[in-house]
T-cell receptor
Framework: QQPVQSPQAVILREGEDAVINCSSS?????VHWYRQKHGEAPVFLMI?????EQKGHEKISASFNEKKQQSSLYLTASQLSYSGTYFC????????????FGAGTRLFVKA | DTEVTQTPKHLVMGMTNKKSLKCEQH?????MYWYKQKAKKPPELMFV???????INESVPSRFSPECPNSSLLNLHLHALQPEDSALYLC?????????????FGSGTRLTVV
């Protein structure tokens, strides 16, 4: 079942912060985050495993609340290069591990 | 080498044609995936291969036929496609199948069926 992402779209000025949320109705083993720029392949940002850990990647970090089956991606002091579509991908063991992607959050950072 | 290479980058085929998409990685990853992506939509899982064996088939029509000749290569054979099959086809790999590993995606093959 597809995870639900919010918001659908965000417009930021350079230097502003944003939070993107991802939630699932299924018990999750992990949550992946990817960024895809127009006409390009998705690029892996980070993975969060069961255990409620928080990870960071430059000024982008994420958390995973296993009990609530939710993850949030935090973009701090956004840069123009952060523009793109952010997808969360969730892994649940449904007879084999597979990553199902949310609908995506379109982020646009303007100067 | 930290890339997944897909060829061709663009493909136009008629509904009666047979064509193949190719994906290659040399990272020693043991799981490989085919995803289909329509414009402004998320990637949609088609197949998962783990240690060269088909692990998951997401009820994909038989006009799509995957093949994994060895641990570095993944093919997708196409036959009698429909115009609605036009999409970006993405190959990905990960260190192993399972919840612990992120995916490396190739740049995709943009397929147009006429």
């Amino acid at each position: 079942q597809q995870p639900v992402q919010s918001p659908q779209a965000v417009i930021l000025r350079e230097g502003e912060d944003a939070v993107i949320n991802c939630s699932s109705s299924k018990a999750l083993y992990s949550v992946h985050w990817y960024r895809q720029k127009h006409g390009e392949a998705p690029v892996f940002l980070m993975i969060l495993l069961k255990g409620g850990e928080q990870k960071g990647h430059e000024k982008i970090s994420a958390s995973f609340n296993e009990k609530k089956q939710q993850s949030s991606l935090y973009l701090t002091a956004s840069q123009l290069s952060y523009s793109g579509t952010y997808f969360c991908g969730t892994e649940a063991n449904t007879g084999g591990f597979k990553t199902i992607f949310g609908a995506g959050t379109r982020l646009f950072v303007k100067a | 080498d930290t890339e997944v290479t897909q060829t061709p980058k663009h493909l136009v085929m008629g509904m009666t044609n047979k064509k193949s998409l190719k994906c290659e990685q040399h990272m020693g990853h043991r799981a490989m995936y085919w995803y289909k992506q329509k414009a402004k939509k998320p990637p949609e899982l088609m197949f998962v291969y783990s240690y060269e064996k088909l692990s998951i088939n997401e009820s994909v029509p038989s006009r799509f036929s995957p093949e994994c000749p060895n641990s570095s290569l993944l093919n997708l054979h196409l036959h009698a496609l429909q115009p609605e099959d036009s999409a970006l086809y993405l190959c990905a790999s990960s260190q192993d199948e399972g919840a612990d590993y992120g995916y490396t995606f190739g740049s995709g093959t943009r397929l147009t069926v006429v």
